[in-house]
């Protein structure tokens, strides 16, 4: 059946208002999975025999330097596949591309911020041989310093190739690396080495962002003289720190300690073997905020990660050898671990990468590079498509933006006029968007569009990829009506789930396998409509999600109740057109303390000092109580109504203090 006939036969019941976009049968012709027929044909097969589905891809896609013998070992919510295997990433990324006519292909092509128009953009591009080369050299010099299979590493860069390299030579080795985010601060640099023990801290002296220095090895030295309660050090494992220059920024280097990243690699020669490690041996950390207490640590193994982010970044994006794939995430995460590094590496193709802000030195720096690189695949977040809509057509229409062929979405719910918009005037009506549903638990893309297959609808993540079986669920586990509202969870293991949480196992279970009997809860709302597509809401827990970062609540009011200041905080969500969600924080102060410009100033900052500019509120209220229960629990719904400015709805009976509402309204602004 040609493609374009057999999407219209599924799709009979169209939603009411909804718009479907059908792959075009020239796409579909060229795609790797060409028709809805053949999507379901596969999906049903690797849902129905999972092991058979999955011991082929495995087979095919990845090196092994020693066969499974087992694909899945699954005692709920413990899951092990392919055990016994032994690979190693960066081999299946580098090593396998080597006497291949990819050797020579760009790998990383980069692309500095600093602008002057007078001159080139800096640009570096490194060939597969060359990636390769660099790798291996750092790998010796994580040797050379203690770095053992196992040992921790700590890597807080800006988005520069070194990045890339430093993650793929943890691998090569066996370490685990844990990366963070730029905008993290000091405290949060420190309470990952204190939570994941790392020996070792890569760094730079600072990283470009719209024109300014981000002092990365400052807040280094910070996070490394930090002090828990008690007056110990809180990060106190590390041994050395490797140091980028990137900026020429003055820092200082303490002897003993600090090394220099130019320095070190010199030393070393440009091979080193790679380590055979067992399918599940630890291959990476990344920290991510949950509703409750610190950010935890999600733990990826090697062989079911690499394989996860190897395969959808072939099939979402239906990737060509001939793309220069831009996927715009920082590696800081998890978009930027599959999407940038692992995924197109694995895929033999040449992965794109920027260092800086999309409006520096202008608002159309995302367009230069796509013309200037010839940019085939975009994947961005909405919060940033929903910024480039505010910034005006006028920005996207100075340049040739013809050599896009796919667009890609994830982060967040995407609203559908900033989809058509995207469609529009991004993708000159002829590229098809995938908008890709997924978590840094996940691994890898899970419900999503394959673009020569699935028709797609604005707004919606549309069906599961191979292997995914999610559902949406009430608070009992069971399946909710079409179009009804739900918990989205997931029934079924698949090879990049998160293995647990760094060193608490039973948290792993609670979080993630206690909500509903027998599945992943994903923290999301949803709805199914009558074609099966899913519809995220978002989340539902206290998480928030504030241009497409992931915030919790919980954390942000644990920083602002350390101001010495402060009594209590509730964190809660509003509205944003531009975010998504904005962070706004109701206060209380301590005794005779009054509010005023200035301390709502103050208290902004003092988060961006604990946890990052990221998490900085956007606003803060001040109350002379906060609205409670009777069990003094703290009414959030209430709150999140005065937050988005509407009127307070619902029973407010059970308010311990009634006076309470009225006082708020009163007492902010
Ligand atoms: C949360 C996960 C893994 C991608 C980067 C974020 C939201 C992600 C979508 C989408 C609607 C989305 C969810 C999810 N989310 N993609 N296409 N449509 N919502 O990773 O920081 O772990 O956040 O992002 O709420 O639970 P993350």
Not at 104 to 120: H, L, S, T, Y
Not at 386 to 396: C, H, Q, S
């Amino acid at each position: 059946m040609p493609p374009e006939s057999a999407a219209n036969s599924a799709i009979t019941s169209v939603l009411r208002e909804d718009r479907v976009f059908l792959p075009a049968p020239e796409f579909s012709q060229r795609a790797h999975i060409k028709s809805l027929d053949e999507y379901q044909e596969l999906y049903r097969r690797s849902i129905e025999s999972p092991e058979t589905f999955w011991g082929e891809q495995a087979e095919k896609e990845l090196v092994w330097f020693e066969r499974w013998h087992s694909v899945l070992n699954w005692n709920p919510p413990l899951a092990q596949w392919f055990s016994g295997g032994r690979l190693n990433v960066s081999y299946n990324c580098l090593d396998r591309w080597l006497n291949t006519p990819y050797a020579d292909k760009p790998a990383i092509v980069w692309e500095g911020e600093p602008w002057d128009q007078n001159k080139p953009a800096q640009q570096k591009t490194l060939t597969y041989r060359e990636l390769h080369q660099e790798v291996c050299r750092f790998a010796n010099v994580l040797l050379k310093l203690g770095i053992r299979p196992g040992d921790r590493v700590i890597i807080y860069l800006p988005m520069i190739p070194e990045a890339a390299i430093a993650m793929l030579a943890c691998t090569r080795i066996g370490a685990v690396h844990s990366v963070v985010f730029g905008g993290f601060s000091a405290h949060s640099v420190a309470d990952r080495i204190a939570d994941s023990g790392a020996r070792l801290v890569v760094t730079a002296d600072g990283g470009f962002r719209r024109g300014a220095i981000v002092p990365l090895k400052k807040n280094v030295d910070d996070a490394l003289e930090l002090k828990d309660t008690r007056g110990a050090l809180l990060a106190r494992t590390v041994e050395k720190v490797v140091v980028v220059c990137r900026a020429s920024n003055p820092i200082e280097m303490r002897d003993g300690r600090d090394l220099w990243w130019h320095e070190q690699m010199q030393s070393v020669p440009a091979d080193c073997a790679a380590t055979p490690m067992d399918s599940e041996a630890p291959l990476f950390i990344l920290y991510t905020s949950g509703s409750t207490g610190k950010p935890k640590g999600i733990l990826h193994t090697t062989a079911g990660y690499l394989l996860g982010s190897k395969l959808t970044t072939r099939l979402v994006f239906d990737l060509r050898d001939e793309d220069i794939y831009w996927c715009t995430a920082d590696v800081g995460w998890v978009t930027g671990h599959s999407y940038v590094v692992y995924g197109p590496l694995a895929n033999g193709a040449t992965s794109f990468m920027y260092e800086g802000a999309p409006n520096y030195p202008e608002p159309d720096r995302f367009w230069s590079i796509i013309e200037r690189h010839r940019v085939t695949i975009l994947y961005t977040a909405p919060t940033a498509i929903r910024a480039f809509m505010k910034w005006g057509v006028e920005w996207p229409r100075k340049h040739d933006l013809a050599s896009l062929r796919l667009l890609g979405t994830v982060g967040e719910p995407i609203n559908p006029e900033a989809w058509m918009w995207y469609h529009e005037h991004i993708g000159g009506k002829r590229c098809p968007i995938v908008d890709t549903w997924w978590q840094t638990e996940t691994g890898a893309i899970m419900i999503t569009p394959l673009p020569g297959a699935i028709p797609t609808k604005p707004g919606s993540a549309t069906l599961p990829f191979f292997g995914v079986v999610p559902e949406v669920v009430n608070d009992k586990g069971e399946v909710v009506p079409c179009n009804s509202g739900g918990k989205l969870v997931i029934r079924k293991p698949w090879p990049s789930m998160l293995r647990g949480l760094w060193g608490d196992p039973e948290r792993y279970r609670q979080v993630y396998w206690s909500d509903v009997k027998d599945s992943y809860f994903t923290g999301d709302g949803c709805r199914q409509d009558e074609d099966g597509y899913f519809w995220i809401v978002g989340r539902i827990d206290d998480v928030l999600n504030v241009a497409g970062h992931r915030i919790g609540t919980a954390e942000v009011e644990s920083a602002i109740v350390s101001h010495p200041k402060v009594a209590e905080a509730a964190v809660v969500g509003r509205p944003d057109d531009l975010k998504g969600q904005a962070l706004v924080a109701f206060v209380t102060l301590k005794g005779a303390i009054k509010p005023d410009a200035n301390l709502r100033e103050e208290l902004r900052q003092h988060v961006a000092k604990e946890i990052g500019p990221v998490a900085r509120p956007d606003d803060i209220r001040f109350a002379e109580a906060l609205p409670k229960t009777r069990s003094g629990k703290i009414m959030r719904r209430l709150l999140k109504q005065v937050a988005a400015g509407g009127e307070i709805k619902g029973d407010t009976t059970t308010l311990e203090d009634f006076t309470v509402l009225a006082r708020l309204s009163q007492t902010d602004e």
